[in-house]
């Protein structure tokens, strides 16, 4: 069995091989065989490294792909806007005055109560005369005696029967006791403290039958209008504000009133390092109440800015607030400046006039990192 298999194999061998290799020496037959399997192995060796680097190449393009991080972007442009500068503030009168007794007694009689308008000159508080009146009466009688002998020593005079000194005497006479009678008159006129500009009245301080003291209080009397917004602004900022200039105020209790800046502190706060501003509000209504918070919002020029929300506003690791958008395909970190913020979006400047903003995914991406974007139109544009 075994030589036929030899002789099988031995026949095909001679059919295979050329007529060249068969007349070689067996010895060299072995040799050349042998050289032909290492050259076929050494071979067959490069061939499957060559197709493993072309796997493995394959295989990073495909995970460089799939470590790609993908971003939803949104087209936005940048316009013009008025840039408005915003401070907190407080509604105030502009004229606010606690009227006060100039001369002391007991109050008579309070002739307005808290919230009804008054009349400039109308009298508030009233107190007792007691001996004012008899003193004015008293003046004036000695005014009557003064002007009497004033006028007898002036004849007397022309007659030759007064010297000058005695004409001087007489005259100072008279003179004194008119300013004693205007003394006294003045002092029987306070007695009726009245207001001092139309107004109405918002507090009151004193009953009937208490004691006043000069300077003490008797009512409180506000004007109704104009009102005024109070706020402090920076030093940065109260370089563009100039009285005049259009303001407008948003009061907690929902109301917004337009008006103008009435006053712009020329010395800053030395606590704080703010200046003072002061919007004046018309108030024809006298609807506006003292001391009711406000937004103040002040324009100062116009730039170009863009409406973004707020959510998309990151920090940066040098603590700069800003935006991340896609340039060329790579993440780029813009520094921004709030102009305002409003209802509608924040407007903030610093951003080119029209970019890509990163709107999902920008808290996982890098400056400078190459990603997959979506493009989302925005849809309030």
């Given amino acids: 069995m075994f030589e036929q298999i030899f002789t099988a194999i031995g026949n095909w061998y001679d059919r295979m091989m050329p007529a060249a290799w068969l007349r070689l020496k067996p010895s060299y037959q072995w040799a050349g065989g042998i050289a032909i399997v290492a050259i076929i192995w050494i071979l067959s060796g490069q ?42 503030g407080r509604t105030q009168a502009l004229h606010e005055v606690d009227v006060r007794a100039q001369v002391e007694g007991v109050v008579q009689a309070i002739h307005f109560e ?28 000695a005014v009557d005696q003064m002007s009497k002998e004033l006028a007898v020593a002036q004849e007397l005079y022309k007659d030759g029967f007064r010297s000058k000194t005695q004409m ?9 006791a008119r300013a004693q009678l205007a003394a006294a008159n003045v002092a029987l006129d306070n007695t009726k403290i009245r ?22 209080k008797c009512e409180m009397v506000i004007a109704p209008e104009p009102f005024l917004a109070v706020g402090a602004v920076s030093e940065h900022d109260v370089g563009q504000m100039h009285v005049g200039d259009p303001a407008s105020a948003s009061l907690i209790t929902g109301e917004t009133v337009q008006g103008k800046i009435h006053f712009v502190a020329d010395r800053a706060d030395q606590a704080t390092r703010t200046f003072r501003v002061e919007v004046e509000l018309p108030n024809p209504d006298a ?15 116009q730039i170009k800015a863009m409406r973004i ?16 958008a ?22 903030i400047t610093g951003m080119p006039d029209r970019a890509n903003v990163i709107t999902v995914g920008q808290e996982f991406v890098n400056n400078g990192e190459h990603v997959d974007q979506k493009v989302v139109k925005d849809r309030a544009s």
């Fill in 47 to 88: 061939v499957g490294a060559l197709l493993g680097h072309g796997r493995a190449d394959g295989d990073n393009a495909s995970a460089k792909t799939s470590d790609t991080p993908s971003v939803v972007v949104t087209p936005l442009s940048a316009s013009l806007r008025d840039a408005t500068v915003t401070v907190r």
């Fill in 114 to 141: 808290k919230g009804q308008r008054v009349k400039q000159g109308d009298v508030l508080c009233e107190i007792k005369l007691n001996d004012r009146g008899a003193k004015a009466a008293q003046a004036q009688a």
């Fill in 168 to 176: 001087a005497q007489a005259q100072a006479n008279y003179e004194q």
């Fill in 195 to 216: 207001a001092p500009f139309d107004g109405i009245v918002d507090d009151r301080y004193v009953d009937v039958g208490d004691y006043m003291r000069a300077g003490d």
């Fill in 287 to 301: 609807k506006l109440r003292d001391g009711v918070t406000a937004d103040i919002h002040i324009p100062v020029r």
């Fill in 309 to 324: 929300s707020p959510a998309i506003l990151i920090l940066d690791d040098q603590g700069k607030i800003g935006v991340r």
């Fill in 326 to 347: 896609v340039v060329d395909g790579r993440v780029k970190f813009f520094p921004v400046q709030i102009v305002t913020d409003s209802p509608d979006g924040m407007w």
